[in-house]
């Protein structure tokens, strides 16, 4: 079905701010979701653009009022933030004053030296494009997407506070900043009157990245909020895979997740991992979601969704207890770090 054929008929659930109880990020006056959604995958030309507007839809009918974006994700690159734009258009304008919309720059693009890393031109240039393609005129949070060591951090951040200072982002994020970079960010955002609202790190069971590097130590000391992203470790973390790869999942369509990662160490552990949800009466999505959670630096667990039947499943994550000090032991037995990556 063609975009422009969608007849404009939603209205918001009514209910949708009983379900999920909001956290703020760091230091900052804003409250974000504790599970948002990003379009990295299965959005794109390639998707059926009718469910790709269910899961938008539907996700905001749940409470998720944060949408992570890309000038990146698609296929193609900037076509997830088309996608969302026409949805926005058709569907979500009367509500955009309750969206929390995130874009990033910086990852290539294209061959050219201004769709990639750090410069003011590129991450400028970026933003104007997908205000363009989301059809917004500002951002709610614009991210420098990771970071670029050939280009002075002064000027990336000068650009970023820019954008703020030009009204077209709110608030300004770093994501995959190592914690001696995202300090240097900290410092220089504060000293231009633009605090640095969030920095988005991949953490998981399978990935323990920020609490090894002494990213979330550095985020409750300097004041910024973590929204991290893949805890369920882009499906790993969940049920699918503990004994084939079923047809149209992301191990078998995607570049970034090989069906080789799927070994018998991986089935091993995520086997134990399942066994100990089991225990507690809910699914291995259900706790990997409630084990990032855990930590309250962690503002949002920014997961993806092929399906409203998975973004169902996942809110249910926040209504079981949290887990107990016995729970977490076992937790770091099989949540190996590095599994499957
Ligand atoms: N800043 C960065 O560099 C960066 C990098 C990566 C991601 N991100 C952001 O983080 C977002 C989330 O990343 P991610 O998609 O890797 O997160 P994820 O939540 O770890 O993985 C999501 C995928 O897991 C599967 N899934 C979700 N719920 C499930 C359930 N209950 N049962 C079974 N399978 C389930 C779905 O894949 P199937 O297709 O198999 O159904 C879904 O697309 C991205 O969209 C993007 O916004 C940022």
């Known amino acids: 079905m063609a975009y422009g054929a969608f007849e404009q008929t939603y209205a918001a659930a009514e209910d949708r701010y009983e379900h999920l109880a909001y956290r703020r990020a760091g230091a900052s006056g804003l409250d974000l979701p504790p599970l948002s959604l990003g379009l990295w995958q299965k959005f794109g030309t390639d998707y059926s653009p009718q469910t790709q507007r269910d899961i938008l839809l539907h996700a905001f009918d749940l409470g998720i009022t944060h949408f992570d974006n890309a000038d990146r994700y698609g296929p193609p690159h900037r076509a997830a933030q088309q996608v969302f734009g026409t949805v926005l258009a058709k569907d979500l304008a009367p509500y955009r004053d309750e969206l929390v919309l995130s874009t990033k720059a910086g990852n290539p693009i ?21 205000l363009r393609d989301l059809g917004t005129d500002y ?31 709110l608030y300004v994020g770093v994501s995959n900043y190592a914690p001696e970079q995202a300090h240097e960010a900290v410092v220089l955002l504060r000293a231009a009157g633009v605090p640095l609202l969030v920095h988005q ?35 790993l973390l969940t049920d699918k895979y503990l004994s084939e790869i079923p047809a149209g ?51 949002s667990a920014l997961i993806g969704a092929s399906s409203t039947w998975q973004l169902d499943h996942n809110v249910k994550a926040l209504d079981f207890p949290a887990l107990t000090d016995d729970e977490l032991k076992i937790v770091d037995e099989h949540g190996v770090h590095g599994t499957g990556l």
């Open 110 to 130: 294209s061959p050219s030296p201004y769709h990639k890393g750090g410069s003011r031109k590129s991450l400028l240039n970026s933003l104007d494009h997908s």
């Open 139 to 169: 951002v709610d949070v614009f991210y420098h997407h990771r970071p670029d060591p050939t280009t002075p951090i002064e000027e990336t951040v000068g650009a970023l506070a820019g954008a703020v200072q030009q009204g077209k982002a």
């Open 201 to 235: 790190p991949r953490y998981s069971i399978f990935d323990r990245t920020p609490e090894t590097s002494g990213l979330i130590d550095l985020a409750a000391r300097d004041g910024f909020g973590l929204v991290v992203y893949s805890p369920l470790a882009q499906g």
């Open 249 to 299: 999942a992301r191990a078998e369509n995607s570049a970034f997740l090989k069906p080789e990662q799927i070994d018998a160490t991986y089935r091993e552990r995520a086997a134990a991992l399942n066994a100990l949800a089991a225990e507690r009466g809910q699914s291995l999505a259900q706790l990997a979601i409630q084990w990032v959670l855990r930590r309250p630096e962690v503002t």
